[in-house]
Structures are given as C-alpha cells and as structure tokens.
C-alpha cells in the first residue's frame, strides 16, 4: 500500500522543463504496496516506459527514505528493490521490462563505449583474453555467477562471454585482468665458485619442491651443471630472486678456507675425539666407496683427516664439505658442558663394648722340691694369675721388685706367704670392668662430572707389626739385633662413584664406600684391632634425595666360664676354684647418600659459597680459645668469600 509520494512539481513550460528535472526531489516511503505501484511512481518520475511481465507478483513491498533524493537515486533504490524479489529490469529499446531473473541474461544487451548502466541492470560483456586461456577461466570464476546469471567461453576467439548485474560484471572483469597478465618466466645460470651445485640443488630441491600447504603449484625449478659448477633456475621473477638469494647464502667459502678447518672444543677432549671421529668417518667413506664399486681403502677413505691438537685443545679436521657438515654437527653434539653432580655419604656408627671379668687364682709351692707347685688354679682365659707371680718370686730372693709387669688387667688383691723354705702359698683375686664407647660421624662430599669416576680417600696410614726376629751379629758373635717387620694399611673414608643422570631429575650412581677405623675394645689386644665396613653397590635416587645404601645393626654377647670340676660348684667355696667373663657389643651403623645436580654456574656456586661460609664460622669461632700466640704473630685465615668471587676493579691486581 502507497503511503506517500512527494515530489517537486516542475513548472510545465518549455523554458523551465530542465531546470525542474535537475531540481526535482523525492522522498519516497511505501509500506506493504505492490510492485505495480512501485514501478508506477518510477515511471512518473523517471519519464520511461515499462512493461511487467505477467508472472511478476510480488506483494508487500516496503521502502521507507527519510531523506530526498533525486530520480536518478530513486532509479537506482528500485532496481535494488527488484533484486531482493529476485527481479530486474531488462532494458529494450525506449522501453524497460519488468522480468524475473531466471529470464534476465535472455534480455541482458551489451552497453558501447558510451553508454551507461546501474549498479544493478542486468548487462552482457564479451571479454578479451590476451594472456590466459579463457576456457581455463570459467570454472575458477562460475561460483561468483549468480544462478541467473551467464558465463561461456569461446575457445577459438579466447573470449568470455558474461551476463549479469552490471556491478557483479564490473568485479568479475577487475578479477580477469588481474589473472590475465603475461608471465615473466625466465631461466637464470648462477654459476658457483666454493659450493658443489649438485649438492645445492639437492638442499634447496628439498626446501622448495616440497608440496605447499595451500595446494598451490610450484612455479620454479632447479638443475645442476656438474661441467660448469653451476646452477640453472626457471619459475617467475620473484622465485627466482628468491632461491638466487639463498644460492648466494650456501655459496660461502669455509671459514678457514678450503676442505681444512679448524674447531676449538670447549668442553670435550681433543685427542680422544679425534681418534674416534677418525675411525667412523673414514670406515664409513670406506664402505661407501665399496659400495660405489670402488677398492676398499680406497681414495674415499684419503680424502678424511681429524687429528688433535692437545695444547689449544683443538680439532683440526679435513674432509669433503658434505662430510664437514656431518663431522661439525657431531661435534656440536658432543662439545657440550656436562652436569656435575655432588655426592654427600652420610656414616653414622654407634658402637657399645662392655666387658666383666671375676676369678680367684691360688696355688701351694714346696720350695725344697725346685719350686714344683705342690696344687694350684690357673685359667688360660684369665689372664696372668698367682703361677706366674710366685716363679717370679721363687727365681729370684723370694721378693718381687717390679711386680706390675706380672699383675693383669683390672683390680688385683693377692694373699699368701713366700718364704726360702717350707711350704709357701699365695691366692689372688682379680676383678675387671670395662666399657668402651664409639660414636662416628662423618660426611664425605666430592664432586664429578656426569659419567666420570671421582675417588675420595681420606685416613691414615696405620703401622701394623707383622713378625720380629733377632740376629746376632759382631765378631764375639754376642751383639744381639732385635728386628720387627711391620706393614702400613690405610684406615679411614673411601668414596669411589660413577653418577649418570638419566632423563629428568634421577641418577644412577655405581658406588663403593669403604668406611675403616681402629677399634677401641674394652679388653686387651695383641695389637691394633681395625674395624672395616664396604658397601658397593649400583643404585637410582633422586636429585637431592636421601637414600640409605645399608647398614649393621648387631648385638653380641659371649659369656664364659671356667672352673675347677666339683670345687667350683661348691657353694661359697665354689667361688675360689672359678673365673668367670661377660662381654656385649652393640654395633649400629648406617649409611646414607645424597646425590645433587649441579646443570649450571648457578648451582654450582651456590653450594661452594655454603661450605665457605661454614668453614669461616668455624674459624670465627675458634678464635679467641685456642692457644695465645706470640704478640706479633697473628692466626691464619682463610679470606673474605666477597674477594675471591668478585671481579678486580681496573687497574688492580686480582686477588690470589
């Protein structure tokens, strides 16, 4: 339904016709009207003529402005209006038809050089194409043709035949000259001067040839002329500038010239890597060179020489540029700064020795019969007892001058009578304790590198009498030179370990830890008795986690008796004809192990500053309670941790 329809109404005379047709304005608003009425108004406006066709019957037409607008804009409003009710309007002769679009490329004509069309009149264009074939330009540009739109190409006169609005055409014809432009293929020679051009056609081959992601061709191409050295390019003028460009790049001499160079190794030996980069590389150019039909041995083989330099730590390496690339790479690899890793064993050993000895010896001597004990006791296992004491006294005038050396371990009471002649008796009683108390704590530390065996050995070197003889000597034949063979064995802290740090944060550690020392028994001994505790072993603990690697907990307890039979199980007497011993020991010993990564510089100085600092607290607090010095002399420190971790300022020497 037309609400309303306002326009400025010329003056209908002839002089002033053209100025109201430029002057006119309209303001068109229709709600819901029919396109009859629509093109009615038009037609008043625009002074054209226009037949509907009977199948167009569209309703409920709206179209609402709230500004004016001249007769060619509301032209150009109605065209739009009959696209959207998929119509248009095909211009024929002084007449416009009102169409639907499945008839409109029927009725399309095709504009001269000076005519002109709206946005939305349905026109025809025939293209010509220069460069691309037209044929080949039809699928890629059907799917911007609406359903009612036309597209054909001729293939003899490599034209384009196009129907549609005359803004879609206008689009499609700016897409077709853009396609249609002649290519600037060409075919450069890059001739080489250090690189081999078949290996750099292999490598940008590789690199460019590769199917791309978006599907589209590959427009260049790339030859090698062994003859010349040099490298043939074909594709357009950007691809060519492109692979010219990276051809420059990989034509570079060796940065010491030549087939030779030379690579200083940071972290990595020298000579063990030269012998070992010479046996594979060589034994690999060798089964090549069979392989290619050569001799083994051959020229192949020649052509690769690693040796080492030990004083600059260097490699000096001469080998094709193929097999330089690879030996580098390797070498790159293996030139690297290892992990270390610090191991801290913990021993902690606590040892308790107890021992009770009770006994009474006695004995009756008759000295008119050569000093022949007439009765006695006397256990083996007690120690020296009244026997030995009274042949002392018997050798000699009856008394005892130094008896200490005969009297035994512990406390000793004797009772008895010595005399020259007669009958002589003598009983002691000997009675002994003894405790003996071992508490042990160390923390052996070392530091070593991933997979490199490191050994700590801390002790002494303990003498051990192993046999003694005597010789006599001189012309008299009456010097007598005592002799004694003794051998050294260490006493102390073993570490011996192999840290490899697996992926993550774990290592295997293949570890010997020997823990030795001299035992203090409370009892008595011939000689020195050692106490020897090994543990090897292989196992995996986590960075900076305590594990304990094992240990002995043990409790011992030898009691002993010995006695006269029958006498000694008398009641109360009984005492007098027995010695009795007790002994317990009580070993507990655990050892522990804790292992820590040290990846960088960092860590490394962390924990060294940590026992710096510590070992400057201990001397800190030692000072002032040790021994007084001289007045001029001064105690021993170690210096500042600041002075030996900062760098010298300029001009000042650095400190020792």
Same mark, same amino acid.
């Given at each position: 339904?037309?609400?309303?329809?306002?326009?400025?109404?010329?003056?209908?005379?002839?002089?002033?016709?053209?100025?109201?047709?430029?002057?006119?304005?309209?303001?068109?608003?229709?709600?819901?009207?029919?396109?009859?009425?629509?093109?009615?108004?038009?037609?008043?406006? =625009?002074?054209?003529?226009?037949? *509907?066709?009977?199948?167009?019957?569209?309703?409920?037409?709206?179209?609402?402005?709230?500004?004016?607008?001249?007769?060619?804009?509301?032209?150009?409003?109605?065209?739009?209006?009959?696209?959207?009710?998929?119509?248009?309007?095909?211009?024929?002769?002084?007449?416009?038809?009102?169409?639907?679009?499945?008839?409109?490329?029927?009725?399309?004509?095709?504009?001269?050089?000076?005519?002109?069309?709206?946005?939305?009149?349905?026109?025809?264009?025939?293209?010509?194409?220069?460069?691309?074939?037209?044929?080949?330009?039809?699928?890629?540009?059907?799917?911007?043709?609406?359903?009612?739109?036309?597209? &054909?190409?001729?293939?003899?006169?490599?034209?384009?035949?196009?129907?549609?609005?005359? @803004?879609? &055409?206008?689009?499609?014809?700016?897409?077709?000259?853009?396609? /249609?432009?002649?290519?600037?293929?060409?075919?450069?020679?890059?001739?080489?001067?250090?690189?081999?051009?078949?290996?750099?056609?292999?490598?940008?081959?590789?690199?460019?040839?590769?199917?791309?992601?978006?599907?589209?061709?590959?427009?260049?191409?790339?030859?090698?002329?062994?003859?010349?050295?040099?490298?043939?390019?074909?594709?357009?003028?950007?691809?060519?500038?492109?692979?010219?460009?990276?051809?420059?790049?990989?034509?570079?001499?060796?940065?010491?010239?030549?087939?030779?160079?030379?690579?200083?190794?940071?972290?990595?030996?020298?000579?063990?890597?030269?012998?070992?980069?010479?046996?594979?590389?060589?034994?690999?150019?060798?089964?090549?060179?069979? @392989?290619?039909?050569?001799?083994?041995?051959?020229?192949?083989?020649?052509? *690769?020489?690693?040796?080492?330099?030990?004083? =600059?730590?260097?490699?000096?390496?001469?080998?094709?540029?193929?097999?330089?690339?690879?030996?580098?790479?390797?070498?790159?690899?293996?030139?690297?700064?290892?992990?270390?890793?610090? &191991?801290?064993?913990?021993?902690?050993?606590?040892?308790?020795?107890?021992?009770?000895?009770?006994?009474?010896?006695?004995?009756?001597?008759?000295?008119?019969?050569?000093?022949?004990?007439?009765?006695?006791?006397?256990?083996?296992?007690?120690?020296?007892?009244?026997?030995?004491?009274?042949?002392?006294?018997?050798?000699? /005038?009856?008394?005892?001058?130094?008896?200490?050396? +005969?009297?035994?371990?512990?406390?000793?009471?004797?009772?008895?009578?010595?005399?020259?002649?007669?009958?002589?008796?003598?009983?002691?009683?000997?009675?002994?304790?003894?405790?003996?108390?071992?508490?042990?704590?160390?923390?052996?530390?070392?530091?070593?590198?991933?997979?490199?065996?490191?050994?700590?050995?801390?002790?002494?070197?303990?003498?051990?009498?192993?046999?003694?003889?005597?010789?006599?000597?001189?012309?008299?034949?009456?010097?007598?030179?005592?002799?004694?063979?003794? !051998?050294?064995?260490?006493?102390?802290?073993?570490?011996?370990?192999?840290?490899?740090?697996?992926?993550?944060?774990?290592?295997?550690?293949?570890?010997?830890?020997? *823990?030795?020392?001299?035992?203090?028994?409370?009892?008595?001994?011939?000689? +020195?008795?050692?106490?020897?505790? *090994?543990?090897?072993?292989?196992?995996?603990?986590?960075?900076?986690?305590?594990?304990?690697?094992?240990?002995?907990?043990?409790?011992?307890?030898?009691?002993?008796?010995?006695?006269?039979?029958?006498?000694?199980?008398?009641?109360?007497?009984?005492?007098?004809?027995?010695?009795?011993?007790?002994?317990?020991?009580?070993?507990?010993?655990?050892?522990?192990?804790?292992?820590?990564?040290?990846?960088?510089?960092?860590?490394?100085?962390?924990? =060294?500053?940590?026992?710096?600092?510590?070992?400057?607290?201990?001397?800190?607090?030692?000072?002032?309670?040790? &021994? !007084?010095?001289?007045?001029?002399?001064?105690?021993?420190?170690?210096?500042?941790?600041?002075?030996?971790?900062?760098?010298?300022?300029?001009?000042?020497?650095?400190?020792?």
């Amino acid at each position: 339904m037309q609400i309303l329809l306002l326009w400025l109404t010329a003056i209908l005379t002839p002089a002033g016709s053209a100025f109201a047709q430029q002057a006119a304005t309209i303001t068109p608003n229709f709600k819901e009207a029919d396109i009859r009425e629509i093109v009615e108004a038009v037609s008043a406006v =625009t002074q054209e003529n226009y037949i *509907i066709d009977p199948r167009v019957n569209a309703q409920n037409v709206t179209m609402l402005s709230t500004t004016p607008m001249t007769p060619e804009a509301f032209y150009e409003a109605f065209l739009s209006i009959l696209e959207v009710h998929q119509l248009t309007a095909a211009r024929s002769g002084d007449v416009i038809k009102i169409i639907p679009n499945a008839s409109a490329r029927q009725y399309g004509g095709t504009l001269g050089s000076g005519g002109t069309a709206g946005y939305d009149d349905i026109v025809t264009r025939v293209i010509q194409l220069e460069n691309v074939g037209a044929t080949a330009l039809v699928p890629i540009l059907r799917p911007l043709i609406p359903q009612y739109g036309h597209m &054909v190409a001729h293939q003899g006169s490599n034209m384009l035949i196009l129907s549609d609005r005359a @803004g879609n &055409v206008a689009r499609l014809i700016s897409i077709i000259r853009r396609i /249609d432009q002649s290519s600037d293929d060409d075919i450069e020679v890059v001739p080489l001067q250090n690189a081999s051009a078949a290996e750099v056609v292999r490598v940008l081959t590789a690199l460019t040839q590769a199917p791309r992601a978006d599907g589209a061709p590959v427009t260049t191409s790339l030859v090698a002329d062994a003859r010349t050295n040099s490298v043939l390019i074909g594709g357009d003028k950007s691809g060519r500038l492109r692979l010219r460009t990276l051809v420059a790049h990989l034509d570079t001499p060796l940065e010491e010239g030549g087939d030779t160079q030379v690579r200083y190794l940071r972290y990595a030996d020298a000579e063990e890597l030269a012998t070992k980069l010479q046996q594979q590389y060589a034994s690999a150019a060798t089964a090549g060179a069979a @392989g290619a039909g050569a001799a083994p041995g051959g020229p192949g083989a020649e052509l *690769i020489s690693v040796w080492a330099d030990t004083q =600059t730590n260097a490699l000096i390496v001469d080998a094709p540029p193929k097999i330089m690339r690879s030996m580098m790479t390797v070498v790159d690899k293996l030139d690297i700064r290892r992990a270390q890793v610090q &191991v801290e064993a913990i021993v902690v050993e606590v040892i308790a020795d107890r021992t009770a000895d009770l006994g009474v010896t006695w004995a009756v001597f008759d000295d008119n019969s050569a000093s022949t004990p007439i009765s006695l006791t006397n256990f083996p296992d007690f120690g020296p007892g009244v026997t030995q004491l009274a042949g002392a006294a018997a050798a000699g /005038d009856g008394n005892i001058t130094d008896p200490t050396g +005969l009297i035994g371990e512990g406390a000793t009471f004797g009772l008895g009578r010595l005399s020259d002649s007669g009958i002589s008796f003598a009983a002691v009683l000997r009675a002994l304790q003894g405790n003996a108390d071992t508490n042990i704590l160390s923390t052996p530390s070392v530091v070593t590198t991933d997979n490199e065996e490191a050994t700590l050995n801390v002790g002494q070197e303990v003498p051990f009498v192993t046999g003694s003889f005597t010789n006599t000597g001189g012309q008299g034949g009456g010097t007598v030179n005592p002799f004694q063979t003794v !051998q050294r064995q260490q006493v102390g802290i073993e570490l011996i370990i192999t840290p490899q740090i697996n992926e993550g944060n774990s290592l295997l550690l293949d570890i010997r830890q020997e *823990i030795s020392s001299i035992a203090q028994s409370a009892q008595g001994a011939v000689d +020195l008795i050692t106490n020897q505790r *090994i543990i090897e072993t292989t196992v995996i603990v986590d960075d900076g986690q305590i594990l304990v690697l094992g240990g002995l907990i043990e409790d011992q307890l030898r009691e002993s008796e010995q006695r006269v039979p029958v006498l000694g199980r008398l009641p109360l007497l009984g005492s007098l004809f027995r010695a009795r011993r007790t002994e317990a020991i009580k070993t507990n010993l655990l050892v522990f192990i804790r292992p820590k990564i040290l990846r960088d510089a960092a860590s490394i100085a962390t924990e =060294t500053n940590a026992k710096y600092r510590m070992m400057e607290d201990l001397l800190e607090g030692q000072r002032g309670r040790g &021994v !007084q010095l001289m007045p001029d002399v001064e105690r021993a420190t170690i210096p500042p941790l600041e002075s030996l971790t900062s760098p010298p300022e300029s001009g000042e020497e650095p400190t020792p």
